[in-house]
C-alpha cells in the first residue's frame, strides 16, 4: 500500500475540501480554469440544437446574451466561496441547516455523476467513430473508459492537479477550435450560413434557446463555489470566472451551431446533439476538441463531488483520496455502461 500513502501525501492539501480553503490564483489563471470548463462537449452539442429551429443570426445573440446575464448568478454564487473558502455545497448549510444540507449534497452528485458519465460516453464515441473511420477498429467502450479513467486520475491530484492542467487544456482546445472555425468559414461564406431559413415547423422559438442558454451558466453554480475559492481576490474570482465563462461558453455553442450550419449546407443531413455527425464531418480535429473538453470538464465533476460528500458535514472524518478513488469508480463503471447501451 505504499503507492496508496505517496498518493495521499501529494494530495493532503485537500483533505480536509470540507474546511476553509485560503486561495492563491490569480485573474488570469481564473480566467483559464474557467475558459477550459465549459469548453466541453456538451456545451458544444448544445448549439446544434439552434439551426434551423431559428435562424444564425438569433442563435448568435441569443447565445451572447443568455451567456451574459446566466454568468450574473454564477459570479455571485462563485463569490461566496472566494469569500468564505468554503465549497458550495459547504455553503448550503447557511440555507438549508445542517442536516437539511444534505439534500441538495445527494441531489448534487447525482446530477454530476450523470454528467460524468454521459460526457465521457459522447468522448467515448466521438473518438471512436474517427478511429473506426481511420483504422476499421471500433471499441467505444475502451474509449469511453480510457477517457473517464484518465479524468480520474487528474482529480484525484485535486486542486493542483486543476491548477496545472485546465490552463493547457483550454490552450489546446482553443487552438483546435480555431482550425474547425477556419474550415467552415473558408467553406461557406458567413452570410451563407444567415440566409440559412428559419423552419417554424419544428417549434422552436428564440425565448426557448435563451432559456436553455441561461440554464446552462445556472447549472455551473453548483461548482463555482469549489473553484472560485481557490482565487486569491474577490476581484480575481469575479473578473476571471465571469470572462472565463463567458468566452468558453460563446466559443463552445458557437461551434456547435456553426458546425451543424455547415453540414446543412453541404446538403448534409445530421440529427442534432450527435457528436459522430460532427466528427465525420471535421475528423479528428472535432474528436481532439471533444476529448480535450472531457477531460477538463469531467476533472471538475469528479473534484467537485468529492467536495460535495466532504462537505455535506462540517467536521467530516471522511478524507479526500478514499472519496476520490470510490467516486471516481463509480463514474468509470457508469461511463462504461452508458457506452455498452448506445
Not at 26 to 32: A, I, K, L, S
Not at 118 to 140: C, D, H, K, R, W
Request: hydrophobic share 55%; net charge neutral; with cysteine.
Amino acid at each position: 500500500m505504499n503507492w496508496y500513502r505517496r498518493l495521499e501525501e501529494r494530495v493532503g492539501s485537500d483533505s480536509n475540501s470540507s474546511q476553509v480553503v485560503h486561495g492563491r490564483l490569480g485573474t488570469g489563471r481564473m480566467f483559464m480554469i474557467w475558459l477550459a470548463a465549459n469548453l466541453v462537449v456538451t456545451t458544444m452539442l448544445t448549439g446544434t440544437l439552434f439551426v434551423p429551429g431559428i435562424d444564425y443570426m438569433t442563435a448568435v445573440v441569443v447565445i451572447v446574451a443568455g451567456t451574459v446575464a446566466g454568468t450574473i448568478v454564477l459570479v455571485l454564487v462563485g463569490n461566496i466561496g472566494t469569500r468564505t473558502g468554503l465549497a458550495t455545497m459547504a455553503i448550503t448549510r447557511g440555507a438549508f441547516g445542517a442536516k437539511g444540507s444534505y439534500l441538495p449534497v445527494a441531489a448534487n452528485v447525482v446530477i454530476l455523476m450523470g454528467w460524468s458519465w454521459l460526457q465521457a460516453m459522447l468522448a467515448g464515441i466521438s473518438v471512436n467513430y474517427v478511429v473506426e473511420q481511420t483504422t476499421g477498429f471500433s471499441n467505444p467502450i475502451l474509449f469511453s473508459v480510457l477517457c473517464q479513467a484518465l479524468v480520474v486520475e487528474l482529480a484525484i491530484l485535486g486542486h493542483e492537479g486543476i491548477e496545472k492542467a485546465e490552463p493547457w487544456f483550454a490552450l489546446l482546445i482553443l487552438l483546435v477550435m480555431a482550425y474547425v472555425f477556419v474550415t467552415a468559414f473558408t467553406g461557406h461564406a458567413p452570410i451563407q450560413y444567415m440566409s440559412i431559413p428559419a423552419d417554424e415547423r419544428l417549434g422552436f422559438t428564440p425565448v426557448l434557446a435563451l432559456d436553455i442558454v441561461i440554464a446552462t451558466a445556472i447549472s455551473w453554480t453548483v461548482l463555482s463555489g469549489d473553484l472560485n475559492r481557490l482565487a486569491g481576490s474577490q476581484r480575481a474570482g469575479i473578473v476571471g470566472s465571469g470572462l472565463g465563462y463567458i468566452t468558453s461558453t460563446v466559443l463552445a455553442m458557437l461551434l456547435g451551431l456553426t458546425a451543424f450550419s455547415f453540414i446543412l449546407l453541404d446538403g448534409g443531413t445530421a440529427e442534432p446533439f450527435d457528436p459522430t455527425a460532427l466528427a465525420d464531418r471535421f475528423g479528428w480535429p472535432l474528436a481532439i476538441v471533444i476529448f480535450l473538453s472531457v477531460m477538463a470538464t469531467n476533472t471538475m465533476v469528479v473534484y467537485g463531488m468529492v467536495n460535495s460528500v466532504l462537505g455535506a458535514r462540517s467536521r467530516s472524518r471522511l478524507r479526500f483520496l478514499p472519496v476520490a478513488l470510490i467516486l471516481g469508480a463509480i463514474s468509470i463503471i457508469g461511463s462504461t455502461w452508458l457506452a455498452l447501451l448506445d
